[in-house]
Structure formats: structure tokens, C-alpha cells
């Protein structure tokens, strides 16, 4: 009889259930089995469970979520050379294909063929085991635990985005929405080397996070608004680069607003709507640089590097932790309580 393990299965919107499934094994000769040792709960997650689908990822057959994590090798396949049983890893959740044009150009997150944990029908780490290409598996040096390992995931957001955005040293940035993405594209932008740092958020806690993560100015959008107060602050310039990570559609307006002429809109959020209308011509008339941004590429190293240097924290960031039999109970958390939690991580 085939072994089993525990995990968290999505059956449709409202219904996740805790089940024994089959507990996968090394087929490929690549591959690698990890004992997941700890998984981020990310918005991604919470909006499968709410609504049953993102885009065009939906939720027709059981799934199981989670993709930002961290584990100890379990089992090698026979032509891995890199990694060994006891070896602690960051798992990053994206296999591409490595042969379509895009994969050819190393811009394999845009992968036709990507494979992805927790994209529907994809299974995730809401789990005890996973299997996954030894390539995308990164050793975690002594000083960086597998908690930390698990938010390289987020953090690899803030940091394609500060490299898709050019962040220069001395440069003024505009990070607007202080959940955990907002926070590492704010420690990201640091990284890179911007100098001044505004952050806005309705959440005084993730204010508060964002004061002691680098933040040179706060904005609470309770008493200020976030134009007036970013173009007071830069004499009516406005900032460099500005960085949309609330996925709504006023701060997504407001980024065409508070970027000076010739800067940089990276749109980092995902709207929960398909379309709505922007100021077209003040993002023409200032030739404004408006970028997309899917995913990462190659920012797990980086990633790792920072947080081992202890430039980049990561750790604080953890506000709530759950054992994997309680994830239903922490996936209703992080959704109802953003008040208290920043980022809530599940410990099989």
C-alpha cells in the first residue's frame, strides 16, 4: 500500500479539508524529495480559498495550496549531485519548461509551459512532502533558518521588482501598500540602494513595520492623501520609481501621479478586476516607464545572500505561526486579522 502524507486540500471556494493523500516519490532522476519544514500563507492562497480561482487559474479538482517554502532534503535522485539528505533548502515554486523561446532567452518566468505549485491543477505545499527538479532548490547557509527560507519566495517579488524597476543608488522611491510584498520591495529598494522611501497603508502595525524596516517617511491614507503628501515631500518632483503593491485600482491611479517625468511605474499588485481606466495622458505627457511584472527570475541567490548578510529581514516579518494540522485555522487568520498579521507561516 502506498504511503501517505497529511496535507490541505482546496475542493472548491470555502472548502478546504485536511486529508491523507499519496506521499510522492522520485520518479525523475533530477528530482529531490523535501520534508517541508515551513510554508508562507500568501494572499494568492486566501483568494483560492475566498473565490475558487485567479485569472485563469481555477479551482476544478482538488488542489493542494502553499508555495512559499522551505524544507530538508529528504531522498536525491541518482544524477543529483548537488544536494544531499539533511541538506536544508529554499524551494523556488516555479518549473519551467527550459525549452520554449523563453526559457532559450532566460526569461524562463514566462515560461509557456511553466509549472508552478499551487496553480491550479498544480498541488502545493499545504503538506508533509513535496518532489521537485534539484535546479530549483537552493541550499540555505547555517544562519538562515526554514522559515526564512520559505519567505525567499515574497522576497523574490520585492527584488525582481526593484531590478525590473532599475532602483539606482540615491534614488527616491514610493512603495505603495505595506503588506509583506510592499515590505520586501521596500527592503528590496534599500538593497539596490534608494535613499528615500515612502510607504503608504491604512494598517498602523504595517506602518509601524515599515518605519523599522527602512521607511523614511510612512503615510497613514487614514488622515493624508498619497499624492499630496509624496509630491509635498519631493518639492512636486515626485519619486523615481513607484511601486504599486496593493493590487488596487487608486493606488495603481495615484502611481501615474506621484512619479516625476522620465520615471519608473512598476505595477507589482494584482488587481482583483481585469481592466479600469488610468490617466493616459499625464502617463504619456510625463513619458512615464509603466512595467508589468510576473513572478521573479533568478532572485533566489540574491535573495539568500541578503538575508544571510542580515541586510534584508525577513524573519520579523513572521507575525503568526500554525502546525499544519491548523492551516484552515491560518488561512481564515491571515485573511480576517491584517491587523495583527503580517505574514502568518504553517509548520508541517
Known amino acids: 500500500m502506498a504511503e501517505t502524507m497529511l496535507a490541505a486540500v482546496l475542493h472548491k471556494a470555502h472548502d478546504l479539508r485536511m486529508e491523507q493523500v499519496p506521499k510522492p ?13 515551513a510554508v508562507g500563507v500568501c494572499g494568492s492562497d486566501v483568494h483560492f480559498l475566498e473565490r475558487g480561482r485567479i ?37 523556488e515554486p516555479g518549473r519551467p519548461c527550459r525549452r520554449c523561446e523563453f526559457c532559450h532567452r532566460g526569461e524562463y518566468n514566462l515560461c509557456v509551459d511553466m509549472v508552478f505549485l499551487a496553480a491550479p491543477p498544480v498541488h502545493g505545499v499545504f503538506a508533509e512532502y513535496l518532489v521537485w ?48 510584498i510592499g515590505l520586501t520591495a521596500l527592503q528590496a529598494a534599500a538593497y539596490y540602494g534608494a535613499t528615500t522611501i515612502v510607504v503608504t497603508d491604512f494598517v498602523h502595525t504595517r506602518l509601524d513595520a515599515a518605519k523599522r524596516l ?11 492623501d498619497a499624492v499630496e503628501a509624496i509630491l509635498d515631500l519631493t518639492d512636486g518632483r515626485g519619486v523615481d520609481v513607484s511601486f504599486e503593491c496593493a493590487g488596487a485600482i487608486p493606488s495603481t491611479q495615484q502611481c501615474i501621479h506621484i ?46 545572500a541578503g538575508i544571510a548578510s542580515g541586510r534584508i529581514d525577513v524573519k520579523s516579518l513572521i507575525t503568526h505561526r500554525y502546525p499544519l494540522t491548523e492551516c484552515p485555522e491560518a488561512m481564515a487568520f491571515a485573511r480576517d486579522e491584517k491587523e495583527q498579521a503580517l505574514k502568518v507561516v504553517v509548520c508541517p
Open 55 to 91: 485569472g485563469t487559474f481555477v479551482v476544478e479538482q482538488p488542489v493542494i495550496l502553499g508555495h512559499e517554502a522551505g524544507g530538508t532534503v529528504a531522498e536525491v535522485g541518482s544524477a543529483v549531485t548537488s544536494l544531499r539528505p539533511g541538506d536544508r533548502v529554499a524551494i
Open 133 to 180: 527538479p534539484a535546479d530549483f532548490l537552493f541550499p540555505l547557509p547555517d544562519n538562515v533558518s526554514l522559515e526564512e527560507g520559505a519567505m525567499c519566495e515574497p522576497l523574490s517579488v520585492g527584488m525582481w521588482a526593484a531590478a525590473r524597476a532599475k532602483v539606482s543608488p540615491g534614488d527616491s522611491v514610493a512603495v505603495l501598500g505595506a503588506g509583506p
Open 259 to 304: 512619479t516625476r517625468p522620465g520615471g519608473t511605474v512598476q505595477l507589482v499588485g494584482m488587481p482583483s478586476v481585469d481592466s479600469f481606466e488610468i490617466p493616459i495622458y499625464d502617463m504619456i505627457g510625463k513619458e512615464l516607464n509603466v512595467g508589468g511584472l510576473f513572478r521573479y527570475r533568478n532572485c533566489y541567490p540574491p535573495s539568500i
Open 214 to 224: 527602512g521607511a523614511t517617511h510612512a503615510i497613514d491614507l487614514s488622515e493624508a
Open 25 to 37: 516519490t522520485i520518479e525523475n532522476p533530477d528530482d529531490v524529495l523535501v520534508r517541508i519544514g
